[in-house]
């Protein structure tokens, strides 16, 4: 079959060009999409040649030059075609669909592609009421609700979040939904302002304050939970002096081959360590539930959209920061 995609073909470089996929399919759906969500972080690092899978970091002596590769991982879609095995899908619904197949390139697979020919396991229906671009960035809202359940809490309890992109942010409004008091830790006034919200919501630009000794004036009890989203060991050792003991340290940052951390120094503060990554099929039915309810806010943080046929000027931005950018949408239609 006839597809296009997003194709990173080689470091820096990105084409929307035509691919060719496998027929369907008997467990096969296919998707037509309508929007995909850029996941600014792991895709880059895809781009940049510095990952080859997952949270698996490219390494010069062993791997093979990762590229070409169909980017992303997350979009939204109207189903054209199911395969007989599948008796609880339809033509016309509106779905959100992660991996579809591809052929020729580095990994067989890859979210930014239309139409989009995967399993049943990677397809979410979508609810009526609700506009389905809110979900168009299902995953990483994932990732982000992974990272804020994790801890042990109690209502009232502290945590901090370090990184103000799409995963602290909604790491961020988890732990607020729990009912804890938060500090959001970042660089940018533009997103720290999406976050915050007196008097549970707090946020520090660690550009212009020392976000330590913010911690320890707003919790001077310690924080039950620290969350670092940016893939800083630094960072992961600096929360254990604002962490109480017996609390959580979670690592949901890309440490590349930058991840060496001593174990004996969190001994200390008898501190549980938990390490987020990918998606599961009940954490993803879980945030559809709570992003449609209104609990998880994904359309407020989206800054920008781009016809896909332009989505070579969606990264230039993305990498330039030349002017504030968050949630970056392509538009297929």
Known sequence: MQANAIVFTEPNTVQYAPVT?????PSDVVVRVSHSWISNGTEGSFLRGERIEGDTPYSSAQDPWPFPIVAGYQKIGVVEWVGQDIDDLASGETVFATMGKVNG???????QI?????????????????DPLAFAGLVLTQVGYNAGTRPRMEIGDAAIVVGDGLVGQWSAQTLAWRGAQVLLVG?????LQKFAAEP???????????????????????AQAAVDTVGSVA???????????GGHLVSAGFYGTQDHMALQPPRYGEYCVDLVSGWQPRRMCETLHLIAAGHLQTLPLITHRFPVAQAADAWALIESKREPVLGVILDWQ
């Open 21 to 25: 996929t496998p027929a369907p399919g």
């Open 105 to 111: 390139m580095y990994r067989e697979r890859g979210g």
């Open 114 to 130: 239309s139409p989009s020919i995967g399993g049943r396991e990677g397809i979410w229906k979508l609810p009526a009421g609700v």
């Open 187 to 191: 660089r940018h006034a533009d997103r």
């Open 200 to 222: 549970y919501c707090h946020v520090v630009n660690a550009r212009d304050e020392d976000w330590i000794a913010r911690a320890k004036a707003l919790f001077p009890h310690g």
């Open 235 to 245: 960072v992961m050792e600096q929360f254990q002096r604002v962490v109480r003991r």
